[in-house]
């Protein structure tokens, strides 16, 4: 049976995602629940799989990757065995932030981070078009980042009570 969740277990996932540093205390204070409790239900949430993982976000300009770009990849042949192969590769490449199997013209979209252009063209020389099966690469430079958010909405979780 899948795990109902309540207008607490809302409100805790909404200021987990905001701050996943916040203290047992002060998020108990928040959703009006004792320490015990609280941390019962965010641990039952981390095992229901609502909870993936916490992490630290940084600062791209900061650590020296202000470069991001869209990148449109179309294999020669849409065939389970390339699809794999192609994910298992760019799965291990550090400069590759999100990848996604797409419908429509093009088979990937991937956003790589990278210091610079030429990181970039080291990127695609030395990376990207070395991987067989590839048709076309299309790459598009993002020139400034207008809205970036990690906080999933979460508005639907209570609709259907």
């Known amino acids: 049976m899948a795990y109902a969740l309540d207008a607490i277990d809302k409100k805790i996932l909404e200021i987990l995602q905001e701050d996943a540093t916040i203290p047992n205390i002060e998020l108990a204070e928040k959703v009006c629940l004792s320490p015990s409790?609280?941390?019962?239900?965010?641990?039952?949430?981390?095992?229901?799989?609502?909870?993936?993982?916490?992490?630290?976000?940084?600062?791209?300009?900061?650590?020296?990757?202000?470069?991001?770009?869209?990148?449109?990849?179309?294999l020669n042949h849409q065939v389970k065995k390339e699809l794999q192969d192609f994910e298992s590769v760019i799965g291990n490449w550090p400069e590759v932030m999100e990848c996604y199997l797409m419908t429509g013209d093009f088979d990937y979209l991937l956003r790589v981070v990278v210091p610079n252009l030429q990181a970039y063209q080291e990127f695609l020389d030395k990376k990207l078009t070395e991987l067989p099966g590839i048709d076309h690469i299309k790459s598009s430079f993002s020139l400034k980042q207008v809205r970036y958010r990690t906080e999933l909405p979460l508005e639907q979780l209570l609709e259907n009570e």
């Open 37 to 74: 409790p609280c941390s019962r239900r965010v641990k039952n949430l981390h095992e229901q799989g609502f909870i993936k993982r916490a992490v630290t976000l940084l600062e791209p300009q900061k650590v020296g990757l202000p470069v991001s770009v869209f990148i449109q990849v179309t």
